[in-house]
């Protein structure tokens, strides 16, 4: 496609249930990474896809959080047992390599 | 450990004047940075970057400053219109693939 795309655009979960939420990058992007944004606030790194092999996954919160990339392109971000302060943005970016990251408008994650 | 931060949260301009947003790093290994604006309910957009070992970059209505000795970045939008008004961040790295988002400025256009 033209852009990134993610889905579902807008999710509301009760607590304790688990999210997957999707990232289609641009065609040919070999870098794709997940950042989180709580309201207010800027963008933090959650995850580092080069093609399929996950690089970096230093900024994932804790082990309930879980991403995958199976054939370098489309990705998935879980969430299990999802917790309220788990509510936020979940941006997707893709890059050719270093530089400017094209980012998705983001999946809307409500927490009940 | 090192952070982004930004000075005023909260901008208000005239149309038609300009426009400076001022950004703070600590980071002093930190050699490329990016301004983005995001408009509310999309993902960040793309304005322009600059690497330390340029001062000043220009594009399209936007200049981006970089002064390393004080560690201070800030984005120039010359002739400000509405379809300027947002949160605008600015980011550095510091030669990898990650990348540090600052809280943002958001910026608003009064008619």
């Known amino acids: 496609g033209a852009g990134v795309s993610q889905s579902p655009r807008y999710k509301v979960a009760k607590r304790g249930q688990d999210v997957a939420l999707r990232c289609d990058p641009i065609?040919?992007?070999?870098?794709l990474f997940w950042y989180q944004q709580a309201l207010g606030q800027g963008p933090e790194f959650l995850t580092y896809?080069?093609?399929?092999?996950?690089?970096?996954k230093s900024g994932l919160p804790s082990d309930r959080f879980f991403a995958e990339r199976p054939e370098g392109s489309v990705s998935t971000l879980k969430i299990q047992r999802t917790q309220q302060e788990d509510s936020a943005v979940y941006l997707c970016?893709?890059?050719?390599?270093?530089?400017?990251?094209?980012f998705g408008e983001g999946s809307r994650l409500t927490v009940l | 450990g090192e952070s982004v931060g930004l000075h005023l949260p909260t901008l208000s301009v005239q149309e038609g004047d300009n426009s400076i947003i001022n950004c703070a790093y600590s980071?002093?290994?930190?050699?490329?940075f990016i301004w983005y604006k995001q408009e509310s309910g999309k993902g960040p957009q793309f304005i322009i970057d600059?690497?330390?070992?340029?001062d000043k970059r220009q594009g399209q209505r936007v200049t981006v400053l970089l002064n390393k000795t004080v560690k201070h970045l800030s984005l120039q939008i010359a002739a400000t219109q509405p379809g300027d008004s947002a949160v605008y961040f600015c980011?550095?790295?510091?030669?990898?693939?990650?990348?540090?988002f600052g809280t943002g400025t958001r910026l608003k256009v009064l008619a």
């Open positions: 970016a893709s890059s050719l390599s270093a530089g400017e990251l094209f």
């Open positions: 065609s040919g992007h070999v870098s």
């Open positions: 896809f080069q093609n399929e092999a996950q690089l970096d």
């Open positions: 980071n002093s290994a930190s050699d490329y």
């Open positions: 600059i690497r330390s070992n340029m």
């Open positions: 980011a550095e790295s510091s030669g990898t693939y990650k990348y540090i």
